[in-house]
């Protein structure tokens, strides 16, 4: 969840890790932090921003060629001051930033205060890097070593970036379940919890893998593993992400850019993967696993949040065009309800970061029980694409907003490729069938192109119910999980509560909150459920709720039930998700704006959840 810089080399490292630690804001914003070292060790953190911490350092920033840096989100202790990173040693000689969870961490506190050691914070991390230098003086070793010999005896997840005063030209860093990534410039080391922070310095990486860790010094990088001390060959990367890819671009928000960068993003998912004349799907990853495709006797998707919303949408997708049975899990409910999987069964695993903890620790857990893992994610060179049998990037482009949008499309863009590959493979979806789905959803860009033209009159529908303290989403089929999709949005940005529910289930409970003060926002396009979804308005509107509906175009039957109506282009029922959303991420997000609310950066939220 937090976000992690590191720089050695010529340059001022201050601006370097200022910069750094903005583009890592959207995965933690409650407190900041730098440790900067010119024969001293310098610490600044508070709570708040990085733009707190630079208003409070002012212009007297010592300068120095080596330093680390750490925005937050917090587990261990309260956001403030002293839970800040970086953290220091009781000696001062060590210096310490860490994203993830030490779950012994209270074992190793009482062990640590019986040998006198004292704590000025509530965290886990302060007890890390008390612990190293512990080590370091028990054993009488080496930074690196005391790192290696301090992290075979910690339980949890980690990325950890470490300095040294006796040690000073070195930086040690390492990771399990928490990212991390070394850049590699001209006589110049970077390392990021993703590579944003140096993009527009270097384009050469290495990932590190789980249970590594690297000492970076001016001779070079020198990676190892943590339980052996066995050097490993590190394998660089060579980035294709842009620096303009991370930038605004004009817009307010990012959110808002990344809700106007959906058309592209889908018509960069689908290229090169469907011959628009005959429909066939060709993914590379899904013919590496044919075969344990046409035998699976069901498939698995695990997900998290909105990638879970978009694995219920491959359900119905899945089921209906290639008529394989499906379960859709929550990976942090599978990982530990002792689940029934086997050889027989695939998982589709999706995550926009292709980081987040839970779905790791699920794929590896389906892995071990003989399944075929599918990775479905946005981030080449991830945790996930790297775990995973087989798998299909969104190429949806970097997401800093940290409520999702492109990636959610982008993510059941890929499913309606998979289904289709299958539904053929298996001999359920007719080539006409498959040739149809495969015009139409070429047309969805251009489609959700005219959708956002209708901004402005969202905007106005969003003034109207701005200042309402609930909403229900109601959706049917394939629109049910678009339905708790819009629901999150909300949720997520405007901290006003929301619920989706399946529009049939409405009179099965969540009909008795319906009041004159309640927007009802109903998904109703054209389609198989349309009839029925019309009754349902008709229960909500006897009620004097107040309805918003997403209606076909021209739809007079629906509009003139409803209190407001956003119209969308029509389209094939398993398509319909894909514009449908659309206008409820700027309802969402307009909203959001209108009750002054942070919308890329939520209370309580991060972009990329690396612990459990």
């Not at 070292?37 to 921003?49: D, P």
């Not at 301090?150 to 300095?163: F, H, P, R, S, W």
């Not at 998904?523 to 229960?539: C, F, H, T, W």
């Not at 969308?568 to 319909?576: E, F, G, Q």
Request: glycine fraction near 10%.
């Amino acid at each position: 969840m937090c976000g992690i810089v590191g720089y050695l080399g010529t340059r001022d490292a201050y601006p370097l890790l200022i910069q750094g630690l903005k583009r890592l804001e959207y995965r933690g914003y409650d407190s900041a932090g730098i440790a900067l070292f010119n024969g001293q060790l310098a610490v600044h953190k508070c709570k708040g921003k990085v733009s707190d911490l630079e208003a409070r350092m002012g212009k007297d920033v010592p300068q120095a060629s080596l330093g680390i840096g750490h925005t937050r989100w917090a587990t261990h202790g309260e956001p403030n001051d002293p839970n800040a990173h970086p953290h220091l040693s009781n000696s001062g000689r060590l210096v310490l930033v860490h994203n993830g969870i030490i779950e012994n961490f209270a074992s190793l506190k009482a062990l640590m205060t019986s040998k006198g050691y004292r704590f000025h914070s509530d965290t886990d991390t302060e007890v890390l890097v008390n612990f190293i230098e512990f080590v370091q003086d028990a054993e009488g070793v080496s930074l690196d070593q005391a790192v290696r010999i301090a992290l075979n005896e910690v339980v949890g997840a980690y990325a950890i970036a470490v300095l040294s005063k006796d040690e000073p030209g070195q930086m040690v860093v390492a990771r399990l379940g928490s990212p991390l990534v070394v850049g590699l410039g001209n006589n110049e080391y970077f390392v990021g919890s993703d590579a944003t922070p140096f993009l527009d310095s270097t384009k050469k990486v290495i990932y590190l893998e789980d249970g590594e860790m690297a000492v970076i010094s001016r001779q070079g990088v020198s990676i190892r593993e943590i339980a052996s001390d066995l050097p490993v060959d590190a394998v660089i990367h060579q980035l294709k992400m842009d620096l303009e890819s991370i930038e605004k671009g004009g817009y307010d928000h990012f959110m808002l850019k990344e809700i106007f960068e959906q058309p592209k993003s889908i018509g960069d998912t689908i290229r090169g993967r469907i011959d628009l004349k005959t429909g066939e799907v060709k993914m590379a990853g899904l013919d590496s696993i044919s075969e344990a495709l046409l035998e699976a006797q069901r498939l698995l998707i695990i997900g998290c949040g909105t990638s879970w919303h978009a694995g219920l949408v491959g359900e119905y997708l899945l089921e209906d065009l290639a008529r394989v049975p499906v379960e859709v899990e929550y990976a942090s409910e599978f990982r530990y309800r002792n689940p029934i999987i086997g050889p027989k069964d695939v998982v589709i695993a999706i995550s926009q970061s292709g980081e987040t903890a839970d779905t790791l620790a699920a794929i590896k857990m389906a892995k071990k029980a003989g399944a075929i893992v599918f990775g479905v994610c946005n981030v080449v060179g991830s945790s996930i694409a790297r775990e995973t049998t087989a798998g299909a990037y969104t190429h949806a482009g970097p997401e800093i907003g940290v409520a999702s949008t492109k990636a959610f499309t982008a993510q059941v863009t890929v499913l309606t490729l998979i289904a289709m590959y299958l539904g053929r493979v298996k001999g359920h979806l007719s080539l006409e069938h498959c040739a149809e789905i495969g015009r139409e959803l070429a047309l969805i860009p251009e489609k959700i192109t005219s959708i956002l033209g209708a901004e402005s009159h969202i905007k106005v529908i969003a003034a109207s119910i701005a200042k309402a303290n609930n909403a229900l989403f109601l959706g049917r089929g394939y629109n049910f999980p678009v339905a708790l999709e819009g629901a999150l949005k909300l949720k997520e940005i405007s901290y006003i509560h929301a619920e989706g529910y399946p529009a049939a289930e409405m009179k099965h409970g969540p009909i008795a909150l319906i009041d004159e003060q309640m927007p009802i926002v109903i998904i109703a396009p054209r389609g198989d459920m349309y009839e029925k979804l019309v009754s349902n308005v008709q229960e909500v509107k006897a009620r004097k709720g107040h309805v918003i509906s997403i209606t076909g175009q021209g739809n007079e039957e629906v509009r003139s039930l409803s209190d407001a109506v956003i119209e969308i282009p029509d389209t094939l029922d398993c398509l319909s998700p894909l514009l449908a959303t659309v206008p409820l991420q700027l309802l969402s997000y307009h909203i959001a704006v209108l009750r002054g609310c942070n919308v890329d950066q939520p209370r309580n939220l991060a972009k990329s959840v690396t612990v459990e």
